[in-house]
């Protein structure tokens, strides 16, 4: 499994195209941290706690971009060589093949994801002005990045790998990809999000749930700029 898994890795490390599309996205990131205004409250810095969190569980609605095209090319490596007419008559077994794919396909869609969040945090410290507080703990942005960031990738990498196995059809995984998008989409209008209200699970963390809504709404301004809020229930579990 372990040979799988580096060699998987291994391919992609090896292109001169993976370190630019990365240059990229971590530029993409401090654009991000440099640019975005987008506020969550009267009085509340840029990056307070309470602000990186909303950011970066919304960029981490990327994830099914960079999982879907991942997934296109990884994927479906030995069915376009067709090798895998052969691929389980060598001493691999097929639980641990399908668990080395599934793993390297998770930690290389992450990898782009953390690569726009360490972007977000540079533009962010290359930022000034009356809306950024001085003082900002590295914990701020890897809370987040673990909480949003894991969960949410393995999220889709799950649904996509699924589709993958089970039909062996591109279009079906770009479709799958498109479609949890316009399904996240739908249930903004009818989950509590910052920007609607209900009480339909959203699985990308970009809501308020209750009691959660709640906390959120009596939360005091210096609670927003400094306090690194946990919810009250296992997120893993809940969300």
Request: proline share 3%; net charge positive; glycine share 6%.
């Amino acid at each position: 499994m372990k040979a799988l898994l580096f060699f998987d890795v291994n391919t992609y490390s090896r292109r001169y195209t993976s370190y630019i599309v990365l240059v990229i996205l971590w530029g993409a990131g401090i654009f991000a941290g440099m640019r975005f205004n987008l506020s969550v409250g009267e009085e509340v810095y840029l990056n307070s706690p309470y602000s990186i969190g909303f950011m970066e569980a919304m960029l981490s609605l990327s994830v099914i971009l960079f999982a879907t095209i991942i997934a296109v090319q990884l994927l479906f490596r030995e069915w376009d060589s067709r090798f895998d007419i052969i691929l389980f008559a060598t001493p691999i077994r097929k639980t641990s093949f399908i668990s080395a794919r599934f793993l390297s396909f998770f930690i290389l869609t992450f990898i782009c994801y953390a690569c726009v969040i360490f972007g977000f945090v540079s533009g962010q410290n290359l930022r000034s002005g009356v809306e950024m507080q001085d003082h900002v703990l590295l914990r701020f942005y890897l809370y987040p990045l673990i909480v949003f960031g894991v969960v949410n990738t393995l999220f889709t990498c799950a649904v996509l790998f699924g589709i993958a196995v089970f039909s062996r059809k591109k279009l079906l995984v770009i479709s799958g990809g498109l479609l949890l998008y316009i399904l996240y989409l739908v249930l903004l209008m009818y989950s509590d999000s910052p920007f609607m209200t209900s009480s339909i699970p959203n699985p990308y963390g970009c809501k308020r749930s209750l009691p959660f809504s709640t906390l959120l709404a009596y939360l005091l301004i210096f609670m927003r700029q400094e306090v690194l809020l946990r919810s009250v229930k296992m997120p893993i579990l809940y969300r």
